[in-house]
């Protein structure tokens, strides 16, 4: 099983900024793709970036140039930096992870991991 701990959430006001972290433990045998998706009330789950274990980023257009992933694969940690943060960012954030796992019980085993989200309000 794979736990992911999120953190940096809270309330900023308009063009502010704030960096949310995600790190993931358990018995993690690799983890390739690490994103960030958000949920406003009353709107589906969108992506918001991806990295890739190589580093390869994608971004929603609505953050380009504002927004940042990264992450750590020595500590299984992605990270978003919000710049510039505008009241239409305000939504649940959620990680997300690919891991590959292994047990004597299961063996093999690869599928997607989410966090519990963190809330970001911007207010105007």
């Known amino acids: 099983q794979v736990q992911l701990a999120e953190s940096g959430g809270g309330l900023v006001q308009a063009g502010g900024s704030l960096r949310l972290s995600c790190a993931a433990s358990g018995k993690i045998f690799s983890i390739n793709i690490m994103g960030w998706y958000r949920q406003a009330p009353g709107k589906q789950r969108e992506l918001v970036a991806t990295?890739?274990?190589?580093?390869?980023?994608d971004y929603a257009d609505s953050v380009k140039g504002r927004f940042t992933i990264s992450r750590d694969n020595a500590n299984p940690t992605v990270y978003l930096q919000m710049n510039s943060l505008k009241p239409e960012d305000t939504a649940v954030y959620y990680c997300k992870v690919d891991a590959r796992t292994y047990s004597i019980r299961s063996g093999w085993n690869t599928r997607e991991y989410w966090g519990q989200g963190t809330q970001v309000t911007v207010s105007s």
């Open positions: 990295i890739s274990s190589s580093g390869s980023t």
